[in-house]
């Protein structure tokens, strides 16, 4: 099993380079930096945790700024976003962004992507894309992303995404850089296993029809409709965020299931200081180290 760290990223918690070099000393195998480059203050749109918004939300850092200051102080650690609110980007920009941060860390890039939760969120920045066809939207964009990093002179053209044949450049080290969907509702799981390369779900949002928890129902889901889609489930990894504390019979499901990593959330979603932040880490190292 191994095991990655889902930073607040805030600018009053503990540095980008500072937790890198933490979590490679400790053992964790991957770092993954969320997004939110704003919210807006209307808050119509209801927190999926429920009760009020944590203020670490919008007190987010730029996870790919953030992930190359980890880049330089680290030599193995897994730069993953974790997760890039991707249809909030210009295209050909993101598509630079993510090849430059694989080239300059020699290949370490994983793109974790979402379609966010917060539908004013997304009118701010993409008013073109309605918020009930945004995983329409993503899978055009994961197909322009992988045109951009793959081919000599890509071109797109359709609904929600189009550019002229062009140069495209740099080329990422990865061909393609490897993207893992964060989705866990019904319509997302069936957009993850027809075409990411890792899927990267949220354990609490993994619900049957009951609306009850069911990562084992949505694990057997996902690995049905990959086989469906004409694909091996097998060989699609999947990172589990495990929110809460410490679980080991939690942890032992996931390890039966064929979960390849666990991501260890946040000490709390709240801003907090490096302190708060190392004394959690330590608080999961007997349960990596009983798993190594």
């Given at each position: 099993?191994?095991?990655?760290?889902?930073?607040?990223?805030?600018?009053?918690?503990?540095?980008?380079?500072?937790?890198?070099?933490?979590?490679?000393?400790?053992?964790?195998?991957?770092?993954?930096?969320?997004?939110?480059?704003?919210?807006?203050?209307?808050?119509?749109?209801?927190y999926?945790?429920?009760?009020?918004?944590?203020?670490?939300?919008?007190?987010?850092?730029?996870?790919?700024?953030?992930?190359?200051?980890?880049?330089?102080?680290?030599?193995?650690?897994?730069?993953?976003?974790?997760?890039?609110?991707?249809?909030?980007?210009?295209?050909?920009?993101?598509?630079?962004?993510?090849?430059?941060?694989?080239v300059?860390?020699?290949?370490?890039?994983?793109?974790?992507?979402?379609?966010?939760?917060?539908?004013?969120?997304?009118?701010?920045?993409?008013?073109?894309?309605?918020?009930?066809?945004?995983?329409?939207?993503?899978?055009?964009?994961?197909?322009?992303?992988?045109?951009?990093?793959?081919?000599?002179?890509?071109?797109?053209?359709?609904?929600?995404?189009?550019?002229?044949?062009?140069?495209?450049?740099?080329?990422?080290v990865?061909?393609?850089?490897?993207?893992a969907?964060?989705?866990?509702?019904?319509?997302?799981?069936?957009?993850?296993?027809?075409?990411?390369?890792?899927?990267?779900?949220?354990?609490?949002?993994?619900?049957?029809?009951?609306?009850?928890?069911?990562?084992?129902?949505?694990?057997?889901?996902?690995?049905?409709?990959?086989?469906?889609?004409?694909?091996?489930?097998?060989?699609?990894?999947?990172?589990m965020?495990?929110?809460?504390?410490?679980?080991?019979?939690?942890?032992?499901?996931?390890?039966?299931l064929?979960?390849?990593?666990?991501v260890?959330?946040?000490?709390?979603?709240?801003?907090?200081?490096?302190?708060?932040?190392?004394?959690?880490?330590?608080?999961?190292?007997p349960?990596?180290?009983?798993?190594?």
């Open positions: 099993m191994k095991f990655g760290f889902l930073a607040l990223n805030h600018a009053e918690g503990i540095r980008p380079d500072r937790l890198g070099r933490e979590l490679e000393d400790r053992g964790f195998d991957s770092v993954w930096m969320p997004e939110h480059h704003h919210i807006p203050t209307s808050r119509m749109s209801p999926p945790g429920g009760g009020e918004l944590p203020d670490g939300y919008w007190h987010m850092m730029d996870p790919f700024v953030s992930l190359q200051a980890v880049a330089a102080a680290t030599t193995t650690l897994t730069l993953a976003t974790g997760v890039c609110l991707l249809l909030e980007h210009d295209l050909l920009d993101l598509a630079c962004t993510v090849a430059t941060l694989d300059l860390s020699g290949g370490r890039m994983l793109l974790g992507i979402g379609v966010g939760w917060n539908e004013e969120e997304l009118a701010n920045s993409r008013p073109d894309v309605p918020f009930k066809q945004r995983y329409s939207a993503m899978r055009e964009r994961v197909a322009a992303l992988r045109a951009c990093w793959t081919e000599e002179r890509p071109s797109f053209e359709g609904r929600f995404e189009r550019f002229s044949e062009s140069w495209v450049y740099p080329k990422p990865q061909q393609p850089v490897p993207i969907l964060g989705n866990a509702g019904k319509v997302g799981i069936k957009h993850a296993a027809e075409y990411a390369d890792h899927w990267c779900p949220l354990d609490a949002q993994l619900l049957n029809y009951d609306g009850r928890p069911d990562v084992r129902g949505a694990v057997e889901l996902f690995r049905r409709l990959a086989a469906e889609a004409g694909r091996n489930a097998e060989d699609i990894p999947i990172s965020f495990a929110f809460g504390k410490p679980n080991r019979k939690r942890i032992d499901t996931y390890v039966e064929g979960v390849e990593r666990i260890v959330p946040p000490a709390r979603m709240s801003r907090h200081d490096e302190s708060v932040t190392l004394a959690w880490l330590d608080e999961w190292a349960v990596m180290a009983e798993l190594a």
